[in-house]
């Protein structure tokens, strides 16, 4: 198999199943390929519980595919590799431990150097703008700065590739509009490669470099979308809202086509 040596990931033919209590296999992920650039910020977006974190598990080794491979750099990885950094969909800092802690968890668990773990992690605080808030507890620190601290501790481990699931979900829009900004920023100034998966449109079109739709499950890729539009980015342009309200037409045929099939399936059983 030949692998795009330039690409930071390449994923190859991906499927994954579950059991659905029915003794019946559930197929969630149908042969999904792409590749994703050094530094690119990739954008993935589709119906609501079709695939989409299951799609991130497997490229950063929490879950196995049934059948396909993920390349990082060109390296087969396996299950249990550790070059992945992941932004979670629900907070997940421990509350026990102050904002610095939580940053340099990983570092501890790594059993890096002292000197070294201390110098990365005041690097990392200044990045993400942090700063004065280091001996704050979760509970002491706002809904942003908590997504802040995540994205310091997963980029704090220097990992290859970022992942981040709905990061930004759970927030009020000036919040999240802001957050997104930051993520930018902070991305410039460390090069990172993102997967960035999101249900809301207007933030992938903001935000990334490409964005793939996948379709329902068992998710396909069904269009690539280039954003071609410079950044920063004015999220009322006329630029953005064509691409917005292409994918979200793209995005509505495929939820209708979904209802479709529904409907048809409880007609056979009645």
Known sequence: ????????????????????GNLEEVEVLDNISFEVQEGELLGIVGPSGCGKTTLLKIIA???????????????????GHNRVGYIFQQE?????RTVRQNIQFGLEVAKVDSSLMSSRVNEIIKIVGMEGLEDNYPHEISGGQARKTEMARSLV?????LVADEAF??????????LQEE?????KSTGSTILFVSH?????????????????IPA?????????????????????????????????????????????KQSVST
Do not use: H
């Open 1 to 20: 198999m030949l692998v795009d040596i330039m690409s930071k990931l390449s994923v190859r033919d991906l499927s994954k199943s579950y059991p659905n």
């Open 61 to 79: 080794g929490l879950l196995e595919p049934d059948e396909g491979q993920v390349f990082i750099d060109g390296e087969n990885v396996q299950p």
């Open 92 to 96: 997940s800092l421990f509350p026990w």
């Open 157 to 161: 481990v220097s990992p290859d590739i």
């Open 169 to 178: 979900s759970n927030l009020d829009a000036q919040t999240r509009n802001y």
């Open 183 to 187: 993520f930018l920023r902070v991305q």
């Open 200 to 216: 809301n449109v207007d933030e992938a079109v903001f935000m990334c470099d490409r964005i793939l739709v996948l379709t329902n």
């Open 220 to 264: 396909k890729i069904l269009v690539e979308y280039e954003v071609d539009i410079p950044k920063p980015r004015n999220r009322t342009s006329q630029e953005c809202l064509a691409y917005r309200s292409d994918i979200l037409s793209v995005l509505k045929v495929e939820q209708e086509k979904a209802m479709s099939r529904s409907r048809q």
